[in-house]
């Protein structure tokens, strides 16, 4: 937040870095009041709104850095009707680009997929 501040003093901040601004102090303020959060899950997780699950937050894909509009739609809605068998098949179904895929793999939300629904007979 202080390095988005810092850009807003001098009229560098980016609209990016504006909605980015907002969400974190969203997320301040629910930590503040002692609110948990579950992670984004790739079937669990909604395009853009944060998702109440037993007490706790769900956040939303789009809460991911570089996770724009169109992405987050694609993933909660074929998440939603579909099970993937990898990484693979999951990008071809919800026709992410790779730097979402790479997003989605730095923060842990594929670890449980393989990265190819290929088997290997060796």
Known sequence: ???????QSVHEAT???EAEFQTLQIV???MARKIEFLPV???????KMFKVEDGKIRLPFS???GVGGAAADSLAETGKHT???SIEDMQIKTKVTKAVIETLKD???LK???????MSLF
């Open 1 to 7: 937040m202080n390095n988005i501040k810092q850009k």
């Open 15 to 17: 609209a990016k870095d």
């Open 28 to 30: 301040n303020e629910m």
């Open 41 to 47: 899950d790739i079937y669990k997780s909604e395009a």
């Open 63 to 65: 809460s991911l850095p």
């Open 83 to 85: 099970e993937y068998l």
């Open 107 to 109: 923060v842990g939300v």
């Open 112 to 118: 449980d997929l393989p990265e190819s629904s290929q």
